[in-house]
């Protein structure tokens, strides 16, 4: 088992795949842990050297105390990506996780040569949205909002149909408060507009069709942004694309791939 040590807690990491293959790192969303990608991962070129972290209180890393920033999150990877010698990295980030890897593509050009924005935005939500989330989980706990939360992150015949749905919520509601109340502060701070209009590096965009957390007008706004950047949609798929449609969603990421990074 692998690990980052801060001074102020371990983080988790995950480190597969050829040493000398082409370099792909995974940040993932609010709520889930590394398994985020676990029935993505099988289905993507088996040349890749594979990285996956959990963020603070998520996963079996540290909860180090709320509030956290986009800043000190970009500087957990980046201090990943130097700490196992990283070059010429892929980013590919859902969500808050794309917000990570517009963050760490501005302030490190040099080690990140291409980027895939999943279900993820420039800004993402209002201060005030996040704060009453916030407010509303030091209270309560995750539990109450997870019906809520899991109609954003999965379409209805999913929620109905799939036995193994039980397990997000799961994955969710077992999120540290204080990982997941400080990882909402972060958003709430997090507007990248102008560093991300600013990339210069080939970017893929994606989008659930049917995501209620991170809606495709939103996602594609952020596309926008980025000159040359390309926005795809995955049918069928809510704000977790890799776990509900990951045959979709490896197409278009393994298609990406070999055309940015041979
Ligand atoms: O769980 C949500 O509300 C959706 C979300 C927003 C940012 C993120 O990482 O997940």
Redesign the pocket.
């Known amino acids: 088992m692998q690990f980052l040590r801060r001074p102020d807690a371990i983080l988790h990491i995950s480190d597969q795949g050829p040493r000398d293959g082409r370099v792909v790192m995974f940040a993932n969303?609010?709520?889930t842990d590394l398994r985020v990608w676990d029935l993505l991962l099988p289905l993507l070129p088996a040349d890749l050297r594979v990285i996956r972290f959990d963020k603070p209180g998520h996963g079996l890393s540290d909860a180090s105390p709320a509030p956290y920033s986009m800043e000190g999150l970009a500087a957990d990877a980046e201090a990943i990506c130097e700490a196992l010698a990283l070059q010429n990295v892929t980013f590919i980030g859902?969500?808050?996780?794309g917000l990570i890897g517009q963050a760490l593509a501005a302030k490190r050009p040099d080690l990140i040569q291409a980027l895939v924005l999943m279900d993820?935005a420039a800004k993402?939500?209002s201060a005030q949205m996040w704060n009453s989330r916030i407010a509303a989980v030091r209270e309560s706990g995750l539990e109450p909002m997870g019906p809520a939360?899991m109609e954003?992150?999965f379409t209805a015949p999913y929620r109905q149909e799939r036995p193994e749905f039980a397990l997000w919520t799961n994955m969710?509601t077992r999120t540290t408060v204080e990982g997941y109340t400080g990882?909402c502060a972060a958003?709430a701070g997090a507007d990248l507009t102008e560093s991300t209009r600013a990339l210069q590096l080939p970017v893929l965009v994606l989008c659930g069709d049917q995501d209620g957390?991170?809606p495709p007008e939103l996602v594609q706004a952020t596309a926008d942004l980025i000159t040359g950047a390309e926005f795809r949609l995955v049918p069928e798929a809510g704000?977790i694309p890799c776990a509900e449609q990951p045959e979709a969603t490896a197409r278009l990421i393994t298609d990406f791939l070999e055309r940015t990074t041979r």
């Open positions: 969303s609010l709520g859902l969500s808050i996780g993820t993402i939500g939360i954003r992150w969710l990882c958003i957390s991170t704000h």
